[in-house]
């Protein structure tokens, strides 16, 4: 319930306050909110299995977001960012969709 | 990367297929009671965590949306964007000057034919005067040679055009009926003087378009036309005007045997 409501407060400050991204943060905000859902699905997947912990998943929402920011950065660095953001989102991606996948047949046994 | 999501282990999800109508009821029930039950310390943080991800996910959107196109580039993809934009611009100001200079050959090609239009549109009123086709008017004098006695002949009609063209004559005509031409003939017949076979009688008038002063003295000379009718017992009299019209034209133009030689 309070995640919901969370999610949806986040979400109307977002559209009422309409804050300029600072330019150094612009490469990796996109990559870092593909991971944080990554986090969130991964999360709600462990709830509906029974083993979610809060503390494991504010560590591990943290630390996907921060990784995942921190590849594109070196990549970024290294002269491959495109290339690298790109396969950051795929497997981000495809982790999403083993997720929901999983959320689904808890849920809808389908 | 952090493994939430690895968690899960494959046994356990192998296990939940077979028989996975409690589980699924399970797993509603988990959702229900966490939506319904009351707040823990957990909760607050997991929603302040969401409403980060819901802040950044719209901040994300929206400044996508804004786009400014190159503000989030790399270096990298600037160069490129740049160097696509240098090189489409190269085209296209290769495409210009291409098309400038078709405009100029256009442009050319129209004036010469303009100015070729008018040259012989000019020509054509020319020509058609001097071979009778169109009617003419203009500054010149009327002559009038009157034959009491009867005694002008076709020479000395003859005679007097030879006069008149040689003083400039451009158009000439008889009695306002017959347009004398190069190719016009003078005979004699026992009804009188004909011109190209059309009997003209006498007093003759003769309008001739040209200079007039030229055209008034250039019959009257020692043993010109003028004296030569006032021997005959006629009279030659020259008005000048600067608005003679000639309206006949010359009726039958067609060549039957000469062609134009385009080739010269």
């Known amino acids: 319930m309070i995640a919901a409501l969370g999610l949806l407060v986040g979400i109307v400050l977002g559209l009422v306050l309409q804050p300029d991204v600072p330019l150094w943060l612009e490469p990796y905000l996109p990559i870092a909110v593909v991971a944080a859902l990554d986090a969130v699905f991964g999360g709600l997947r462990a709830y509906l299995d029974g083993i979610f912990d809060d503390k494991v998943f504010v560590v591990s929402f943290i630390s996907n977001v921060v990784i995942a920011a921190a590849i594109v950065f070196l990549g970024d660095k290294l002269g491959v960012g495109g290339q690298l953001a790109t396969a950051v989102i795929v497997v981000l991606g495809i982790r999403i969709f083993s997720n929901v996948a999983a959320i689904r047949r808890h849920l809808f046994h389908a | ?264």
């Open chain 2, 1 to 264: 990367m952090p493994d939430q999501p690895e968690t899960p282990d494959p046994s356990q999800e192998q296990a939940a297929a077979p028989d996975s109508g409690d589980e699924t009821r399970g797993s509603r029930e988990r959702l229900w009671r966490a939506a319904t039950g009351r707040p823990t310390r957990g909760h607050w943080i997991i929603g302040l965590v969401l409403a980060g991800v819901g802040f950044a996910a719209m901040v994300q959107v929206q400044s996508n949306e804004r786009d400014d196109q190159y503000a989030g580039l790399r270096q990298g993809d600037l160069v490129r964007v740049f160097d696509g934009l240098s090189s489409s611009t190269q085209r296209a100001e290769r495409e210009i000057e291409r098309l400038r200079a078709a405009q100029q050959d256009l442009q050319s090609d129209t004036s010469q034919r303009q100015a070729a239009l008018e040259q012989a549109q000019q020509d054509r009123q020319v020509y058609g005067i001097l071979a009778g086709v169109l009617g003419a008017q203009g500054p010149g004098v009327r002559i009038t040679i009157s034959d009491d006695a009867g005694e002008v002949r076709a020479s000395l009609l003859l005679d007097t055009i030879q006069e008149l063209r040689a003083a400039g004559a451009e158009a000439i005509e008889f009695n306002d009926q017959v347009r004398f031409v190069a190719q016009s003939a003078v005979g004699e017949t026992a009804q009188g003087i004909t011109i190209d076979g059309r009997l003209i009688e006498a007093p003759y008038e003769i309008d001739v378009i040209g200079d007039p002063a030229t055209l008034a003295d250039a019959l009257v000379f020692p043993d010109g036309p003028a004296e030569r009718v006032e021997r005959v017992g006629g009279t030659l009299e020259s008005v000048r005007s600067d608005d003679i019209v000639i309206e006949s034209v010359v009726s039958d133009t067609e060549t039957d045997f000469a062609e134009s030689d385009e080739d010269q």
